[in-house]
């Protein structure tokens, strides 16, 4: 069993920069691959970033490459999203998943371990 708790969360202006963690608990970190996924009220989760077990490989969705980076320290335990130049569109509840895949996976059921979410607010 792994348990995700996310931190980090706040409310900011567009264009300022926010990082959230994500700590896991569990000796088999390392072996997972993890994501961000972030959702607003009425609407699906979407996916954010992804990062292989080894940090070798990571994946961006469209809206947020070039702004955001994805990292992971498995000697540390936590993973990390650096969010620059937020924008108000950005604004949602974030939440990081573990997955067991080799792969980054994309979709919410691919991904078998799930924070409880943390929010961002960007105001314009």
């Known amino acids: 069993q792994v348990q995700l708790v996310e931190s980090g969360g706040g409310l900011v202006q567009a264009g300022d920069s926010l990082r959230l963690s994500c700590a896991a608990s569990g000796r088999t970190f390392r072996r997972y691959t993890m994501g961000w996924f972030r959702q607003t009220p009425g609407k699906e989760r979407e996916f954010v970033a992804g990062?292989?077990?080894?940090?070798?490989?990571?994946l961006y969705a469209d809206s947020v490459k070039g702004r955001f980076s994805i990292s992971r320290d498995n000697a540390k335990n936590p993973m990390y999203l650096q969010m620059n130049s937020l924008k108000p569109e950005d604004t949602a509840v974030y939440f990081c998943a573990a997955d067991l895949g080799t792969m980054i996976a994309t979709k919410t059921n691919q991904y078998d371990y799930w924070g409880q979410g943390t929010q961002v607010t960007v105001s314009s």
């Open positions: 990062i292989s077990w080894s940090g070798g490989s990571t």
